[in-house]
């Protein structure tokens, strides 16, 4: 046998959690299933090769739009490689459950990892290599103590209703792994030579993402680097959003249609959605709605003070790279298809309209990380609710109005946030746009307001003087905060 060979690479970043907890489960004497699903470029084939490479790897990958017979000749001709018999690629196997079988053989005794990758291109989508797989687990894979199966794919939709929620492996040692992105402190270490200034610009503009911040970090400045991969033929942000939809979402032609309709808007309410949308019924604009939000697409939120279901939920992209490529990469596109920037892509990033986007960037990611804004103000261990601010009245009065973020403590105070993302830092002009946002809020139980601005570069003397502001949060205390 001839495993896969994997480098133990020195510059791994971050992953600590996940790390300690797959080493525990490879060093248990039980045979187990390994689920993780995440988004495109997420990391997660580094993250289970660094954590595996001391085991015997057989590594079989889905390729894109293959048909099932192609899928089979292509993992037979892994395994041919694996056992270095090259008669087995020759062999043409009908169903998942001969390949399993002779795998299985293969994997009887000894210390083996069996890595399935792409999982949702292997099985084309659908449940039959699953229901296939749970007979040869419960009678042959399952016997070996040493054996970890990992089942990983980049469309966590398909993942999550047809591996996790499947009845065919259930209660079958099943760990499950969600891998988000980076958060502003790994990507800190990731981009461990930039400003903290560059790094919050490039984990707003897309996100912690480990493929994107490479892309970021190639030229003098991250500026630089954004313009030169977005707005040249071939540039890798100008390419990126067609592959996430053929990884992530199968092109079903609603997913992208329903991003289409958000990338207009900075928020939309279902019945929005339904006026606007050609989904065929009800029931599928929610299904879309919940596919796109499991793969993190998109999110939903409600005022703060309301729970469950409500008309007044808004949908908006959550992407930071989506949000990005809808703003400044699809206009220009067929200027840049034409090369029209190849002599200054920076020309075509206007500075003052990519700062502004960086603001409403910067309000998500508060609203995002509100349990790091809470330690940091020490009332963390208060129970409180968190989010945004809106109702029928401001909707129909001030549409558009909102209070970004508003924590409803249960001691009797309500810490209302002000998030700006500026190039200087912030003078006392806010004061007027904060009270007429506070105006519009209703404190009828006449609470204590706990006023707070959340700044990147800080307030200035002028506005610190006036002592408006109970406290003051900077980009800096977000990435020296601890517990992320």
């Given amino acids: 046998m001839k495993p896969l060979v994997i480098k133990t690479k020195k510059n791994f970043i971050g992953r600590t959690s996940e790390l300690e907890r797959l080493h525990k489960i490879a060093s248990e004497k039980e045979a187990s299933i390994i689920v993780m699903y995440g988004r495109r470029r997420i990391g997660k084939t580094e993250l289970l090769e660094q954590a595996f490479k001391d ?43 001969e390949f399993f079988l002779l795998l299985a053989k293969y994997t009887k005794k000894g210390t083996w990892t069996i890595y399935l990758e792409e999982l949702q291109w292997l099985a084309n989508y659908e449940s039959t290599l699953i229901a296939e797989l749970k007979y040869v687990w419960d009678n042959h894979f399952r016997h070996n103590p040493n054996l970890v199966l990992i089942l990983c794919g980049s469309a966590p939709s398909f993942m999550i209703d047809h591996v996790i929620h499947s009845k065919a492996l259930y209660n079958r040692s099943q760990y499950e792994f969600n891998l988000k992105e980076f958060t502003p402190v790994e990507t800190k270490e990731f981009l461990k030579n930039r400003s903290n200034k560059e790094v919050f610009d490039a984990y707003l503009t897309v996100g912690g993402v480990p493929e994107y911040l490479k892309w970021v970090d190639k030229e003098s400045s991250v500026f630089l680097s954004l313009c030169k991969n977005s707005f040249i033929p071939g540039g890798f942000f100008a390419r990126e959003y067609d592959r996430i939809f053929t990884s992530s979402m199968s092109n079903n032609k609603h997913y992208k249609e329903l991003i289409d309709i958000l990338s207009r808007r900075k928020f939309a309410t279902r019945k929005e959605l339904t006026d606007i949308c050609t989904t065929t019924s009800g029931g599928t604009l929610t299904s879309v709605l919940l596919d796109l939000e499991k793969s993190g697409f998109i999110n939903s939120y409600h005022p703060f003070n309301l729970t469950g279901k409500t008309i007044l939920t808004r949908h908006g992209i959550d992407d930071n790279y989506l949000q990005y490529y809808f703003k400044f990469i699809k206009p220009l596109e067929k200027h840049i298809v034409n090369g029209a920037y190849n002599q200054n892509p ?99 139980s006449n609470r204590t307001i706990h006023k707070v601005l959340i700044c990147n570069e800080g307030a200035d003397d002028a506005l610190l003087r006036r002592s408006y502001f109970d406290e003051v949060i900077t980009c800096t205390d977000l990435l020296d905060a601890k517990n992320w």
């Fill in 346 to 444: 920076k020309s075509a990033l206007k500075v003052d309209s990519y700062i502004k986007w960086l603001g409403f960037s910067f309000e998500r990611f508060c609203r995002k990380y509100h349990y790091i804004i809470a330690k940091i103000l020490q009332f963390s261990g208060i129970h409180y609710q968190a989010g945004a601010f809106f109702n029928r009245t401001t909707d129909q009065e001030n549409p558009g109005y909102q209070i970004d973020l508003i924590f409803d403590r249960a001691d009797n105070v309500y810490t209302i946030c002000e998030i700006k993302y500026l190039q200087s830092k912030v003078g006392t002009s806010v004061i007027a746009e904060f009270e007429k946002k506070l105006a519009l809020f209703p404190n009828k």
């Fill in 55 to 97: 085991r015997n790897i057989l590594k079989f990958e889905g390729i894109e739009g293959l048909s099932e017979k192609a899928q089979f000749a292509n993992v037979m001709s892994q395994l041919a490689t694996y056992v270095k018999e090259p008669l087995l690629a020759k062999i043409v196997i009908e169903n998942w459950r």
